[in-house]
């Protein structure tokens, strides 16, 4: 959770005071690269998406409303850095098209919890990032940040039908590595 800065070093990075504007990449980058690494399989790119969003953080803080959350404020500016980051790189490459599936991805409430009892939120994060790019991109938007599948699509330049069907693959693929990790720790406590 990211706390919010001091009227010190907001009202500083007003006035462009290299200083405050130090201070506040150093409160924020902790938070900045864990949202950055949710989309990326690399430190460097990581990095990189902090680095830009920073900038953008800096040239609009001057229209920072104090009675948003400056937590929810910053995540929407780095998530869009990293949607911009897509749409330009997607212009580069080809379009692929995924054929539209629904896949079985029910879990039990039994398995739910157990689950939740042997993974930590750090192994259930290093599993999402072994997903593919695209489908771990449309999976945290959904799953994590909240987005729709309409938003999704918006955003992404995709339809509606390929979000939920990167969804449901990431689900399909997330609930296959969770059951090797949970047979490989019953197998590890025997």
């Known amino acids: ?17 290299r200083k405050a504007q130090y201070l506040l990449y150093k409160h924020c980058y902790g938070f900045m690269m864990m949202v950055s690494m949710r ?7 990581g990095v990189s998406f902090v680095n830009q969003a920073f900038l953008k ?16 404020w910053i995540r929407r500016v780095q998530v869009n850095t990293i949607i911009d980051d897509y749409r330009k790189r997607k212009r580069e490459k080809e379009l692929i098209v995924y ?9 039990s409430g039994s398995q739910a919890a157990e689950i939740e009892s042997r993974l930590a939120a750090e192994d259930l994060m290093a599993i999402i990032a072994t997903l593919p790019p695209m489908t771990k991109r449309v999976f ?10 309409q938003e999704i699509s918006d955003e992404l330049g995709m339809s ?23 047979n490989s720790l019953k197998s590890f406590a025997l």
Not at 1 to 17: A, H, R, T, Y
Not at 99 to 107: L, N, V, Y
Request: proline share 1%; glycine share 4%; with cysteine.
């Open 57 to 72: 953080v800096l040239k609009s803080i001057q229209s920072y409303n104090v009675n948003i959350s400056f937590e929810a």
């Open 39 to 45: 989309y990326t399989n690399n430190r460097e790119d």
């Open 140 to 149: 945290n938007l959904f799953a994590i940040d909240g987005y729709s599948h």
């Open 99 to 107: 054929r539209e599936e629904t896949f079985d991805t029910d879990i």
């Open 1 to 17: 959770m990211l706390k919010q800065p001091s009227e010190n070093i907001l009202e500083g990075c007003i006035k462009q005071d």
């Open 160 to 182: 509606v039908g390929t979000s939920k069907w990167h969804v449901n693959n990431a689900r399909t693929m997330l609930q296959a590595k969770i059951k090797l990790v949970l």
